[in-house]
């Protein structure tokens, strides 16, 4: 992210801070946001990342993320069922926010598109339908005075659809709650 993208994302984010109530999941329980990340399979990615808590410990986690290069790219969407089993674990003190660690499972399908030179020099270029399951682990920090949060995540998992393999994905984001 270019330095200017960057700095008007934290303008609009105080923005909204200065104006916003508490967090509180039952009030405000659909979170939206932005993240990048990367992955050993599917290489750097940016997208979009909606967060729907059921309750104060459960929470439906979903992104759509695209991927972009000279001679791939993509796009994948996945769902993830979230237990924050660990909200306490963190001490944030009195005056901050929590801070929970989290486990979940989940489910990612997604389209890659990569071109290659053939034999005949000539550019050609392959589709490949993926689809797999994931079980992310992280650590988000809840603002206590505010609708936002911010969130690492770690997901390793298995893609079982075109072929068999390890999959392991890093996010970083936030999100703000509505």
């Known amino acids: 992210m270019t330095k200017s993208v960057s700095r008007l ?3 609009l984010l105080l923005c909204l801070a200065a104006n916003a109530s508490a967090l509180d999941t039952q009030a405000h329980p659909v ?3 932005f993240f990048v990340g990367g992955g050993i399979t599917h290489g750097g990615a940016v997208g979009l990342h909606g967060r729907y808590w059921l309750n104060e410990q459960n929470l439906l986690s979903g992104a759509l993320t695209w991927t972009f ?3 791939w790219g993509g796009g994948s969407a996945s769902l993830d069922y979230v237990l924050q089993q660990w909200p306490d674990l963190i001490d944030m003190g009195p005056d901050a926010g929590k801070m929970p660690l989290y486990v979940g499972v989940g489910a990612w399908t997604g389209f890659w598109t990569h071109r290659w030179r053939g034999g005949s020099g000539r550019w050609r270029r392959d589709w490949d339908l993926s689809m797999g399951g994931r079980v992310p682990l992280g650590m ?3 603002a206590k005075e505010a609708p936002f ?3 690492i995540e770690l997901a390793p998992g298995i893609q079982v ?9 890093v ?3 936030g999100h703000y709650y509505f």
């Open 31 to 33: 979170g939206l946001g």
């Open 171 to 173: 996010m970083i984001g």
């Open 69 to 71: 290069g000279r001679t």
């Open 149 to 151: 949060d911010a969130f």
């Open 9 to 11: 994302l934290s303008l």
């Open 161 to 169: 659809l075109t072929s068999c393999l390890f999959t392991l994905d």
């Open 140 to 142: 988000a920090y809840l």
